[in-house]
């Protein structure tokens, strides 16, 4: 992971201790009215001097300063000068998870579920909003050939777990194939085996023995249900398997499988695996030599989901080029820019401009990688990813184009409320530090007083074995009495 | 590791077995005019916190419970009687959390945060589990009452502090051992058990750090969750294969299924940790997926989630082992705002569920010595809680939770005769415990009194006698 100090960083740190963003909310009629704008819509092209009106969380109109009518009472935020995009989906985040990212004890860890183990009080949550974010997908990390399931959410800081997930996204799973899964670059302690698999061979025979178990599995159980309903008696129905249902899914369709690979030769692997058991990958994550087999992953149905430019940091990312993203987009793939990392995910803007550079995608085109595109992988394309009527009010307001390195957003939307304001966040940075440097104060008085304490009862060295002494002889006495 | 560690358990069971033999044979007359066995409180304040207090009245404490209370009442002729003016009389304290009277090579460890990056570096494991079925730091079968050791020293330092019961619980693992209630008294382990099955415990704390399933909180709590499902299918296919054994392939023998299996069918009450509102949130959720009677244990961030716990009628145990910077921490570190917080606001929990309807209990978790206990439940009090509330979570309101509210935790007729004498008000800082009742036996505290030469046997049972003397009168 890559992770470095950046402008900002330590303002946006205390603001987050803080923890007191409280998101803002229209009154009445619940109606926002965004005016003076340049609008990226994403989907129907760029409109200067805009308004959207947003109307119970969603977009309910968006053109023109005269297209748009907005109720008298409606909030308003006037964006003159500055830029709207729809609101950064992130398809690979590792952020709001408490405690390890992986479970990586074992090959198959898919009974780990992300959605058991989110922190809504991280502060990248509100660090990713500061860049743009609103939508991230969870994903367990890339220790397993077959890791945890993952989770979509919504980065609605200062909710609880139980509010973040995005509803109606469909739950997915990680996979991982090469380096990591194999523990290539890991090392156990002294006197631990290393665990199995330790080639690209066993990586793909664990994904598949897996597969095996959970075919078995799922016809144990329609076995079992065809012959309850039949109403044959006394049956002993099979044993839950956390770890095989959710594999199920993935039969069934019922979840995405979200893949974590580099090479192109284990990308194929997966493709045939995935045919030879009747399911589909969804997304191919990093796919580093994904522009070397665009077609067959085209074919497959898959989305890819890559890195801008990072490359050469293992053997099996020698080959990664930074027209990865336009290439495989060239050759009709569904692509998008991730982060994979807390601090990348405040400039995806950044990253997806890199594409211009590196490929010449249009402008537009950059920004799908980020939006639409991302939203599509994720299956949520219907609800977020362009602005839109009827889609979610998730927005992020910057003050320049946001494909220029100058942009820095200005207010961040969720479902129509302001979850990240710049303005805001400066002016209560001196109030945050205030209250922090009390309790600081309050900290260091308490502990002084009981230094003076201790020294006082320090005087009298007497005293202080007493006690011991005296729960002795008490329990003696308990003794006696008996 | 498990091997090494009972092989150097046996020893210290045998010896202290051997000990509490000894000592129970010399004193097996209880009760055969050896040890009085009914005692009188006169004219003592006395708070029942079942009923309003009694500014001047009488206990009647009789072969190990308490007779009668009140202002007029009969004090049986045999009665040895304390003279109770300007004393007060509480029901016996509980202390909701502890490993009292257990080994305690597996030292009772902080509750987990799982905080990220907080990664333990992996000490050479001893046992690799692969999985769920490898049924890692799984003992659900152990119950503490049976691994009692009555000569733990702490049992009559928390005694003197005025604690008459404790639930103790192994440690160690995820599903570690059952947790018992005992009384702070007995020769021999099965005098203090009070309720040897008393809660389950669940710790979420990744077992072995690195290579060994689970490493992960996710992977914690997956294999609760498995567990769970284990348990439920075999409580559901035992009785079907028992009556149809030719039909079906013989079921595997699961000591975990069968252990915790017999706890949820007598609804015994699953411990789930939860410190921060993070945590707690999350403990709501899992209690009711997993369909257990539960109460969280921690609570201290319990003052952001107050009514969510309300709403769900989840009890908690709430540690009074507040949150403090740590000692070896850097000087200059940065220190969030969110920790401050933290730190300021944990002992205003209590107040907080008060106020919401929360039924709570204050524990020890680990503190070293019970005057800490009363301390911290002060700093509770300063912030907001009323002394009362403090009082019932030291006693009746942990009775409630711990499942022995029927014979204990307040000074009733027919209760267990756990009673401490104060010469004041049992949270006041210069307040000194006289006197402690533990199942009817009397037990008098005297700091001031103490012996030339601690161990002296002889010395201090004429001490004692003296004592006696000079503050029973019949």
């Known amino acids: 992971m890559k992770r470095s100090i950046v402008f900002g960083l330590p303002f946006i740190v205390l603001f987050i201790a803080a923890g007191a963003f409280r998101p803002l909310r229209a009154q009445n009629s619940n109606a926002t009215l965004i005016q003076n704008a340049t609008i990226l819509t994403i989907t129907h092209g760029t409109i200067e001097h805009g308004s959207i009106l947003i109307q119970d969380g969603k977009i309910a109109a968006v053109g023109t300063a005269s297209e748009v009518k907005a109720p008298p009472d409606a909030a308003v935020i006037d964006a003159t000068g500055q830029y709207v995009m729809p609101g950064i989906v992130d398809c690979h985040s590792h952020i709001a998870v408490d405690g390890s990212v992986n479970e990586g004890s074992v090959s198959v860890s898919s009974m780990a579920r992300i959605p058991d183990v989110l922190n809504p009080e991280d502060p990248d949550i509100y660090r990713d909003l500061a860049g743009g974010v609103t939508t991230a997908n969870i994903l367990h990390g890339s220790a397993n050939p077959i890791g945890g399931q993952t989770v979509v959410i919504k980065l609605r800081w200062g909710k609880p777990a139980s509010k973040l997930p995005f509803q109606g996204a469909l739950p997915g799973i990680k996979f991982a194939l090469g380096e990591n899964p194999k523990r290539t670059n890991f090392q156990p302690p002294p006197g631990v085996p290393p665990r199995y698999p330790a080639t690209r061979l066993g990586v793909e025979g664990v994904i598949r023995q897996a597969f095996i178990e959970a075919r078995e599995y799922k016809r144990q159980w329609d076995d079992y249900n065809a012959r309850k309903a039949a109403g044959e008696q006394n049956l002993i129905p099979p044993r839950r398997d956390e770890k095989l249902e959710p594999l199920v899914e993935v039969l069934e369709g019922k979840r995405y499988v979200h893949a974590h690979c580099y090479r192109a030769d284990e990308i194929l692997m997966l493709i045939r695996v995935a045919n030879e058991f009747g399911f589909k990958v969804r997304t191919f994550q990093h796919v580093l030599e994904g522009y070397k087999i665009a077609p067959e992953i085209l074919a497959s149905g898959a989305g890819a989901s890559t890195f801008s430019d990072w490359w050469a940091y293992k053997m099996e990312a020698f080959d990664a080029i930074p027209y990865n993203a336009a290439l495989m987009t060239e050759r009709g793939v569904v692509v998008s820019i991730n982060s994979d990392d807390a601090e990348e995910a405040r400039h995806l803007n950044q990253e997806a401009a890199k594409s211009m550079k590196y490929g010449g995608l249009s402008p537009n085109d950059a920004l799908k990688l980020v939006t639409i595109n991302p939203a599509i992988q994720l299956g949520i394309d219907k609800r977020v990813g362009s602005i839109d009527v009827g889609k979610d009010a998730d927005l992020a307001i910057f003050n320049r184009d946001p494909l220029s390195v100058y942009a820095v957003v200005q207010k961040t939307l969720i479902d129509g409320q302001v979850y990240f304001d710049r303005q805001r966040d400066i002016a209560q940075r001196a109030s945050l530090e205030k209250e922090k440097q009390a309790l600081l104060d309050k900290e260091k008085q308490a502990s002084e007083e009981k230094k003076s304490d201790a020294e006082k009862a320090g005087k009298k060295p007497d005293k202080k074995k007493k006690p011991k002494s005296a729960a002795v002889a008490a329990d003696a006495v308990a003794g006696g009495a008996r | ?474």
């Open chain 2, 1 to 474: 590791m498990k091997i090494h560690r009972s092989r150097c358990r046996l020893p210290l069971i045998v010896a202290a077995l051997c000990i509490a033999g000894l000592v129970g044979w010399t004193h097996a007359t209880r009760g055969e005019g050896g040890e009085p066995r009914y005692f009188a409180i006169t004219n003592a304040r006395i708070v029942p916190v079942s009923g309003p207090v009694i500014e001047s009245g009488a206990v009647v404490i009789a072969k190990g419970l308490i007779q009668a209370v009140g202002t007029n009442v009969t004090i049986p002729p045999q009665a040895w009687v304390i003279d109770g003016k300007g004393l007060t009389v509480y029901p016996g304290l509980i202390d909701a959390g502890t490993n009292l009277a257990l080994p305690r090579e597996e030292s009772s460890e902080p509750a987990s945060s799982g905080g990220r990056g907080a990664r333990r570096r992996a000490e050479p494991p001893g046992e690799i589990s692969m999985g769920p079925e490898d049924r890692p730091g799984t003992t659900p079968w152990r119950v503490a009452a049976n691994e009692l050791i009555p000569g733990d020293k702490r049992i009559a330092a928390w005694r003197n502090a005025g604690f008459t019961t404790a639930l103790t619980t192994p440690a160690g693992g995820i599903f570690p051992g059952q947790g018992s209630v005992i009384d702070l008294e007995g020769d021999r382990p099965g005098d203090m058990v009070v309720k040897a099955a008393a809660t389950l415990p669940i710790s979420l704390k990744p077992v072995d750090g690195w290579f060994s399933f689970p490493d992960s909180l996710m992977g914690a709590i997956a294999y609760v969750r498995q567990v769970f499902d284990d348990t439920r299918w075999y409580a559901e296919s035992e009785p079907i294969y028992d009556s149809n054994s030719t039909k079906f392939e013989r079921l595997r023998y699961d000591r975990t299924e069968r252990a915790i299996g017999a706890a949820l069918k007598r609804n015994e009450l699953v411990l789930i940790p939860a410190n921060n509102s993070i945590q707690i949130l999350r403990a709501l959720r899992l209690s009711d997926e997993w369909k257990v009677s539960a109460a969280l244990y921690g609570g201290q961030q319990g003052y952001a989630v107050a009514d969510a716990i309300a709403a769900k009628k989840i009890p908690v145990l709430v540690s009074l082992k507040w949150p403090e910077r740590p000692k070896d921490a850097d000087p200059g570190g940065e220190q969030t705002l969110r920790e401050l917080r933290f730190r300021d606001r944990a002992p205003s929990a209590p107040a907080a569920f008060a106020k919401a309807g929360v039924k709570f209990a204050f524990y020890s978790d680990g503190l070293s010595g019970p005057k800490d206990i009363l301390k911290n439940a002060r700093k509770a009090i300063d912030a907001g809680l009323a002394p009362e509330a403090a009082l019932r979570a030291f006693t009746l309101d942990s009775a409630d939770i711990l499942g022995v509210g029927q014979v204990m935790g307040s000074i009733a007729p027919g209760k267990i005769a756990n009673v401490v004498i104060t010469d004041g008000d049992i949270f006041s800082e210069k307040t000194k415990v006289k006197d402690v009742f533990v199942d009817g036996r009397f037990f008098e505290i005297h700091e001031e009194a103490a012996p030339e030469k601690p161990g002296d046997n002889k010395t201090m049972h004429a001490a004692s006698v003296a004592a006696m003397g000079a503050r029973v009168g019949r």
